[in-house]
């Protein structure tokens, strides 16, 4: 038989060649019974057949990603085969188009006219790099889609801001190769509010436990972390009495970190007996409150001993009495 005509590839990706093509021409006068399908890479000098088949089109697989490869097809009748056709090189990778959606698309953190936006790359790059995301954004009595950022971002987060309070927004973002944009992800539908935390308070002792033993004189800290939202107010107190002055004997310091986030400490550079007690932080805000106590025992020389009294005294030996000390230390 003549050549088979319009050899062509409908499928090439890193795994198989889909191939396909048409009867010749000329038959040779006997009825076409079958194609023989033969292929080449670029370290083989020789073909091999890939696939004998009575149909027009086949596919090859067990291709190596990367790699080039060489087709060629003869049609065969009960007389012998025909002139083969080549086709190729075919370069076997996945063809290149848009990536597929990004995924686990949320939000971290939403003020009264912002919120942060986060999510997961694809898992389809489309056999191109990501160049960046894009993220639209509509409010619900709109009906239009409004982009946020007019070139693509690299980072999977961002941050939207100029929003309205207490309007329900919806939220895509799509990624981006050099082929085009990607499908939309999930919608993500948010109120923009604050949001909103009940306190916590964790100390940060460097003793275990809750209690700190000392000798007098010695410095004592007890710091702690505060977090909620809105911020909560921080106070201290000394055995359930609240702590309204500060001196150099004893310091608080409170520092906001973040919109959720401080940190406080109380500290006496060089305690005395006095300072013994149950010291409390407290951190409160709408949302309710949170405290932490820690118990300060101070140790030191007892106090002298009071009402020393002399009596029956003779000529060679006297009676002295007295009372404990107030403070055995």
């Not at 409908?10 to 000329?26: A, F, I, Q």
């Not at 086949?58 to 086709?87: H, W």
């Not at 509010?193 to 308070?201: G, M």
Request: charged share 30%; glycine share 6%.
């Amino acid at each position: 038989p003549g050549p088979v005509t319009d050899l062509h590839p409908v499928v090439v990706n890193r795994k198989m060649c889909l191939l396909n093509w048409d009867d010749p021409k000329d038959d040779g006068g006997s009825e076409i019974i079958g194609f023989i399908v033969e292929r080449k890479d670029a370290k083989m000098h020789t073909w091999r057949l890939a696939v004998d088949t009575d149909r027009s089109k086949c596919d090859i697989t067990g291709l190596v990603e990367g790699q080039e490869y060489k087709f060629r097809v003869s049609a065969k009748n009960k007389f012998g085969c025909g002139p083969p056709v080549e086709l190729g090189p075919l370069l076997a990778v996945d063809p290149k188009g848009p990536p597929t959606a990004p995924e686990r698309f949320m939000y971290t953190e939403r003020t009264k006219s912002s919120i942060t936006l986060d999510w997961k790359p694809p898992r389809n790059d489309g056999g191109s790099p990501i160049i960046g995301y894009l993220v639209d954004k509509r409010r619900h009595d709109s009906n239009e889609f409004e982009r946020v950022n007019k070139t693509p971002c690299r980072a999977t987060s961002l941050l939207v801001d100029n929003l309205a309070d207490l309007h329900m927004y919806e939220f895509r973002v799509k990624a981006v190769n050099e082929i085009g944009e990607s499908e939309p992800s999930l919608p993500l539908n948010v109120v923009i509010q604050d949001d909103e935390e009940p306190p916590t308070v964790t100390l940060r002792l460097a003793v275990r436990g809750d209690t700190i033993k000392v000798m007098a004189g010695q410095p004592v800290n007890i710091p702690a972390d505060v977090t909620g939202l809105p911020m909560p107010k921080i106070e201290w107190s000394k055995n359930e009495v609240p702590i309204e002055k500060t001196s150099d004997a004893l310091k608080i310091t409170k520092k906001e970190l973040s919109r959720t986030e401080a940190k406080t400490e109380l500290s006496m550079p060089a305690v005395v007996r006095n300072d013994k007690g149950t010291y409390t932080v407290t951190a409160s805000n709408r949302l309710g409150s949170a405290f932490r106590n820690v118990h300060v025992e101070v140790f030191d020389r007892p106090s002298p001993p009071r009402n020393l009294a002399v009596s029956d005294i003779k000529a060679e030996s006297c009676c002295l009495t007295w009372d404990a000390p107030l403070d055995n230390g």
